[in-house]
């Protein structure tokens, strides 16, 4: 069974940095995609970044060039690291993987999604 646990949220001042991990196991696919995604109340969960089995990323244009993501496979561990935070960052943040290093945030297969960590950026 797919399991993915967030932790790492906090409350912090607009241009502060914050890193989110993702504790994962049980992924057995031959090749896989593992996402952060991000949503607040009453609005659509938006795919932030994305990592494939053989390392290739993707991210939102909104956190590009502020929003590292990366992956431990030692350790079992994806992490996002997030720079400059912006007020416009608050969300619930999950993670996900599905099989294929496809990364489509808004497509189907998606699972193991977590509680989910929260991120508060203060102005």
């Known amino acids: 069974e797919v399991q993915l646990v967030e932790s790492g949220g906090n409350s912090v001042q607009s241009g502060g940095s914050l890193r989110l991990s993702c504790a994962f196991s049980?992924?057995?696919?031959?090749?896989?995609?593992m996402g952060w995604f991000r949503q607040t109340p009453g609005n659509k969960r938006e795919g932030v970044a994305g990592?494939?089995?053989?390392?290739?990323?993707n991210y939102a244009n909104s956190v590009k060039g502020r929003f590292t993501i990366s992956q431990d496979t030692d350790k079992n561990i994806m992490y996002l690291e997030m720079n400059s935070l912006e007020p416009e960052d608050t969300a619930m943040y999950y993670c996900?993987?599905?099989?294929?290093?496809?990364?489509?945030?808004?497509?189907?297969?998606?699972?193991?999604w977590g509680q989910g960590t929260q991120v508060t950026v203060s102005s």
């Open positions: 049980g992924v057995t696919f031959s090749s896989w995609c």
């Open positions: 990592i494939d089995s053989i390392g290739y990323t």
């Open positions: 996900a993987v599905k099989p294929g290093t496809y990364w489509s945030p808004d497509g189907g297969g998606w699972r193991g």
